[in-house]
């Protein structure tokens, strides 16, 4: 305690107030480098500079340049090092810039990282926990090389966690519990930080701090696998994630204020793995079910999710999806065109409520053979 309080002096005032996501994971990534000593940060520019969005400003006077350091331009030069860091017993807490960049150097993930511990039989490991600025935002430079929405690539890879955040005291709670998944059980681990969020602070109208946060306390975490749900409204089930979550709840509001339509909002967080037992258990009470996905429709989670309500519910919802569009995200002002528009929400669950619940064949039969008799 005494060290953190002279590493978070200037900060330490302000760290019960709300905050939006980018100042909480910069509060955040300064905890776990004083929890585990084995930890390094680096990237492009997350040292002077502190990064493109400042998630990591100040990290370099507050922990030395031998713990956060910039890299050169080369995602499989910055992929590469997070390997041989793993190999000597560091955990590495690279930065890829953009989620774009990322495809540069995926095969540094699914030819060496994630294949080390199933073709050893799990003597070796690659524990890592990659940060990634990503999904639709950008609008004023680098076109598509600075906005992408594809995170089919790292799903497919067998025992990577995948975590997307939609706010900011979750995105420490699960920063904290894959530092822990890495640390502890040797796993890669990709948060996926959504850009658009990262200085968001209101959530219905302006000035409303609805999604300002205060730093979560010490022992708070978010295991791989843990979902948040948002109210208890029994008509329809949303099912989203990122900034999905973000304006399905300001959906949610419109639903119930204007159209008496009440509605949960279940947020996956994690994308990879999913929780499916869970996510059934929650699914079994609603007949109506909409997937906000701010991804492409071919390769989104949303198909793994609508397929598992599908085979394993004896009486799947009514289920409908609303995914970006089978295209690269617009340049300019139109690059936020693809994330998900709460009056599409609002239109889609509406849409749901007009047609007529599933019945399973079994009901069907049944009924019959009661009217026979």
Known sequence: PRVRQTVLAKDSRFMDK???????LNWGLTDLMLRYRNTVVFGEDVGKKGGVYHVTAGLQERLGKSRVF?????ETSILGQAIGFAHNEFVPIPEIQFLAYLHNAEDQLRG???????????????PMVIRIAGLAYQKGFGGHFHNDNSLAVLRDLPGVIVGVPSRGDDAVKMLRGAVKAAHCDGRVVVMVEPIALYMTKDLYEAGDGGWSFSYPKAEAEIEPGEFGVHGNGGDVLIVSYGNGTYYSLQAQKTLSDEHKVNTTVLDMRWLSPLDEKNLLKVAKAFQHVLVVDECRGVGSVSEQVVTLFSAQMEVPPKMKRVVADESFIPLGPAATSVLPKPSRIVAEVLGLLNQQPNRSPRRKILRRAASDQ
Do not use: C, I, R
């Open 18 to 24: 709300p905050q939006h996501m980018a100042k909480l």
């Open 70 to 74: 910039d890299t050169p331009l080369d």
């Open 112 to 126: 060496e990282a994630a294949t080390l511990s199933f073709f050893s039989a799990g003597q070796f490991t690659n």
